[in-house]
């Protein structure tokens, strides 16, 4: 079973449910941020919740169904900031 597989059978699982878990997930990013601010020594718990995050963001881009539109507006953004740049 592929990642997109697994992420559709949560969904089915789940359920909108999967958007508090998002949040959460999220959230628990910032908080290992803000102890890495503050100078934890934190960079494997960043990389843990990053991961988690980007397997939610997976899950809400089918629940949504809008993989396109983020890319296309992950290339818009990423054009504009190198625009601001100058690269």
């Known amino acids: 079973?592929?990642?997109?597989?697994?992420y559709i059978?949560?969904?089915r699982n789940w359920g909108?449910?999967?958007k508090v878990v998002a949040i959460?997930?999220?959230t628990e990013l910032?908080?290992?941020?803000?102890k890495n601010m503050r100078g934890e020594e934190n960079?494997?718990?960043i990389a843990e919740e990053i991961a988690d995050v980007e397997i939610m963001l997976e899950q809400m881009k089918?629940?949504?169904n809008i993989d396109e539109d983020?890319?296309?507006m992950k290339e818009y953004k990423i054009k504009r900031l190198a625009e601001r740049l100058g690269v």
């Open 43 to 45: 960079e494997l718990y």
């Open 24 to 26: 959460e997930e999220m």
């Open 62 to 64: 089918i629940l949504f």
């Open 9 to 11: 059978q949560a969904l």
């Open 1 to 6: 079973m592929d990642k997109k597989e697994i």
């Open 30 to 34: 910032q908080k290992e941020l803000s």
């Open 16 to 18: 909108y449910l999967q």
């Open 70 to 72: 983020v890319e296309e």
